[in-house]
Nanobody
Framework: QVQLAESGGGLVQPGGSLRLSCAASGRTFSNKPMAWFRQAPGKDREFVTAIRGADGNTFYASSVKGRFTVSRDKGKNTLYLQMNSLNAEDTAVYYC????????????????????WGQGTQVTVSS
């Protein structure tokens, strides 16, 4: 059974940093696409960032580009999200996702691309 377990969320002050982790178990995703999405209260789930399996290319939402960095440790089957310069608009539940396909740039940002999802971890940015 495939499981994705996020960790690292919490309360942080504006301008601060957090590092989220997503540990996958049940199968390896080292050469598969993985992503982070987030959902703020009262809003739809939105794409944050993804890393493609085949070539390791990364993709970011414009709202986080330059502040967030996605990476993966293939040996640990783990995805990371380093978040810097956090602001109140980053407050949300952050979800890890993993897919089995080979998405192109236009589809890697779609939730429908991913086959497995974690339970989410809360990130709150507040003073």
């Amino acid at each position: 059974q495939v499981q994705l377990a996020e960790s690292g969320g919490g309360l942080v002050q504006p301008g601060g940093s957090l590092r989220l982790s997503c540990a996958a178990s049940g199968r390896t995703f080292s050469n598969k696409p993985m992503a982070w999405f987030r959902q703020a209260p009262g809003k739809d789930r939105e794409f944050v960032t993804a890393i493609r399996g085949a070539d390791g290319n990364t993709f970011y939402a414009s709202s986080v580009k330059g502040r967030f960095t996605v990476s993966r440790d293939k040996g640990k089957n783990t995805l990371y999200l380093q978040m810097n310069s956090l602001n109140a608009e980053d407050t949300a539940v952050y979800y890890c996702a993993a897919g089995l396909g080979s998405p192109i740039a236009s589809t890697i940002k779609l939730a429908s691309t991913y086959d497995y999802w974690g339970q989410g971890t809360q990130v709150t940015v507040s003073s």
